[in-house]
C-alpha cells in the first residue's frame, strides 16, 4: 500500500500545474460570484458565474487527466497513457459547451425581461474586479506553462504575444487553461461594463447582450480545445522545431550520415521518436549498435522525449533526410 500511495503522489506531483492552480481558483471565484448573483440578481455576473463553474469543473477533470497520463507505460498499453489527457480535454469541453448554452438561454431572457437590481452594484463591481485579477493571474501563469511546453523565452508584454504564436505547442491541459483564462479574463471585463452601464443608465439591454457574448466566447472555446484534441487523439506529428532539434542530435554523432527516415509523434507534451539513421561504411555490428544505443541514449537525455526507437544502415550515398521547412519550399 505504501508503494501504491507513494506511486499516486508522484504522479499527482507530475501533473498540470496551471490545471490544478486553476481548479482551486475558479471554484473559490465562482462561490463569490454566486453569492454576488443572488444578492444583485445581475444577468452578467450569472454569465461569469457560469462560466466560472464551468472552468473549474473543466480544469479539475484535466488535471486529474493529467496525472493519469503521467503513467509510465505497461505490458497492456506499450504506448504508455500520454492520449488520456485528450479525453478528459473532451470532457471539458462538453461541460464548457453546455454552460455556454445555459448562458446563452439567460442572455435572450433577460433581452425579454431586463432584470432589476436587487442590491448595490458595488458588490458586483467589487466582485468582478477581484475576479478579473485572478483571472489574469492564473492566466499570466498559463503564458510562462505555453512559453515552458514550447522551450520559447519572453519577457514583459512580449510574453503575451509569443504564447498566443506557441500556444499550439503546448500541452492540452495547459492550452485548455490558457484559452479558458483567456476567455474569463475578456467577459469579466465585459461584464464589468455592463454592470456599471446598466447600474448607471438606463441600458439595461446591456445586460443580455453581455451574456450572450460571453456565451459565444465559450463556445469558441470549446471548439477550438475539441479540434485541438480529436487532432491529439488521432495523432499529431511534431513541430518542425521539434524535428530539426532530433535531427541534430543524431547528427552530432560523427558516424552518422544521413537519416533513411524519421517520425516524431507528439502525445501530449511527449515525444515518440521511430527513425532508421544510416552510418558509414566498413563498420562492424557491434560498432553500429554501440553508435546506435548511443544516439538514443542522447535522445532520451531529453526530459520531452518518451522513447525511441532506432535501426540502423549502411550508407547508401543518396541524401535521404530534408527538413519538413525545406520540402515545403520544394513543393
Known amino acids: 500500500m ?3 500511495s507513494e506511486s499516486l503522489a508522484s504522479l499527482i506531483k507530475k501533473g498540470n500545474k496551471s490545471s490544478g492552480s486553476a481548479a482551486i481558483g475558479n471554484t473559490c ?20 458565474m457560469m462560466h466560472s463553474i464551468a472552468d473549474a469543473v473543466n480544469q479539475l477533470f484535466v488535471f486529474t487527466g493529467s496525472v493519469l497520463a503521467e503513467k509510465r507505460p505497461t505490458r497492456r498499453f506499450p504506448d504508455g497513457f500520454g492520449r488520456v489527457i485528450n479525453l478528459f480535454c473532451m470532457i471539458a469541453v462538453i461541460v464548457v ?21 436587487a442590491g448595490g452594484y458595488w458588490i458586483n463591481v467589487l466582485v468582478l474586479a477581484l475576479s478579473i485579477g485572478a483571472d489574469a493571474f492564473v492566466w499570466v501563469k498559463a503564458m510562462n506553462e505555453v512559453l515552458h511546453d514550447a522551450r520559447v523565452e519572453a519577457k514583459g508584454f512580449c510574453k503575451f504575444t509569443a504564447s498566443l504564436k506557441n500556444v499550439k505547442r503546448a500541452a492540452p491541459p495547459t492550452r485548455l487553461v490558457f484559452y479558458e483564462d483567456l ?7 465585459l461584464a464589468l461594463i455592463a ?34 484534441n480529436m487532432v491529439g487523439l488521432i495523432g499529431v506529428a511534431a513541430p518542425p522545431e521539434i524535428e530539426e532539434k532530433v535531427a541534430k542530435i543524431i547528427f552530432e554523432e560523427s558516424q552518422v550520415t544521413d537519416i533513411y527516415q524519421m517520425r516524431i509523434l507528439q502525445e501530449g507534451r511527449y515525444y515518440h521518436v521511430e527513425g532508421l539513421i544510416e552510418l558509414k561504411t566498413g563498420l562492424t555490428l557491434a560498432d553500429a549498435d554501440d553508435i546506435k544505443f548511443k544516439v538514443r541514449d542522447k535522445l532520451l ?15 547508401n550515398g543518396v541524401r535521404n533526410w530534408m527538413p519538413r521547412n525545406e520540402l515545403q519550399d520544394l513543393t
Do not use: C, W
Open 301 to 315: 537525455a531529453d526530459p520531452h522525449i518518451s522513447d525511441v526507437t532506432l535501426g540502423i544502415l549502411e550508407d
Open 195 to 228: 454592470v456599471l452601464v446598466t447600474a448607471l443608465t438606463s441600458f439595461h439591454l446591456l445586460d443580455g447582450i453581455t451574456s450572450i457574448l460571453i456565451a459565444f466566447m465559450m463556445i469558441g472555446v470549446a471548439f477550438r480545445v475539441g479540434y485541438d
Open 183 to 189: 476567455v474569463a479574463t475578456t467577459g469579466g471585463f
Open 97 to 117: 459547451t453546455i454552460m455556454a448554452y445555459e448562458t446563452m438561454l439567460e442572455g435572450f431572457h433577460l433581452l425579454q425581461h431586463p432584470a432589476e437590481e
Open 29 to 48: 471565484i465562482a462561490v463569490v460570484k454566486g453569492v454576488a448573483f443572488a444578492l444583485t440578481g445581475s444577468g452578467s455576473m450569472f454569465a461569469t
Open 2 to 4: 505504501a508503494e501504491n
